[in-house]
DNA sequence: CCAATTTCAGGTGTACTGAAATAA
DNA sequence: CTTATTTCAGTATACCTGAAATTG
């Protein structure tokens, strides 16, 4: 811990480049700003839209399906969906066949709700890839995919 | 163990591939849990490490500059840096010239948390990207930074 | 006075651990 | 009995709005 500490207000001590990991957070930090905006006027955040557009693809997932999904735990997912559930947004039916499982579905004023904020999310997502071109944006695409793929394979999860 | 294996292939409600920013937010939520898991015996969360990273780099932020780079407001930013202010992992003073802001630094014992767990950290990243090739990784780097550019240079912030 | 930074007060959302109830 | 899912209770952290104090 020798590390020289000249300069008090004037810093410049880089120590090399950040991070990819870092990288990874700050473009999710910016999208989950601009998403938390463009979404204030209808009184649900970000992580809440993402659970409803999981939900809408994969309709019928378990909360314990969802929370591994989202790599929380079910506590941290149901309290997610309780917020959800309040507002309508989704519904809960004990699964007939499996009787300790609730399968999630979006109500209709959720699918409504997607639908309404679908457009913002599309021009927030061309935002983020301006001046990309269908090249660039398929190497983001496989290059994420394969990270995700990389942190869910080996342990853990 | 194979009687839960029914695929949507029944419900058929794809609606496309899932977006760009949910590839994003899911690789950060990935690492974000290998992180938090890492670093449980430190006490700090992934989100303190990040802060306690940055101020590394760029030692004498304010809360403020500390605040626009995470794109959250300075309250969100002050909560979290009285976490690690309790644990003595950074300091604050006030800057003499300009006695409104509050010079944020490491402390010996942040450093030291850095040091410790940089080579973990640096696991991580390297499972992050396994088997992509330099290129590769640099095209990520390239791509991730173009994302964040083209995310702040319009409206907000 | 105005603008930027910080702080205080308060409220909600996010996420965890631990433990219990239920059912396969 | 064992395991998976869900729920309850409690706690720490993350993040916000609004307002006040300080300084440039």
Redesign the pocket.
Known sequence: MASEQRQPAAAAMDTGPPSLLYSVKQVELAVR?HL?ELLRPSGI????YTALTVLHRRSGL????L?RN???????M???LK?LQRRELIS?TRDPD?????RLRLTEAGAALLDHYGPAVRRLEELMLTEMDAGDRESLADLLNRCRASLTRGPRL
């Open positions: 700003s938390d955040t970000a992580l809440q378990t909360i314990a399906e929370a989202s790599f929380v735990t079910p506590q941290a149901a309290d997610l917020v809960r499996n009787r300790r499982q609730v």
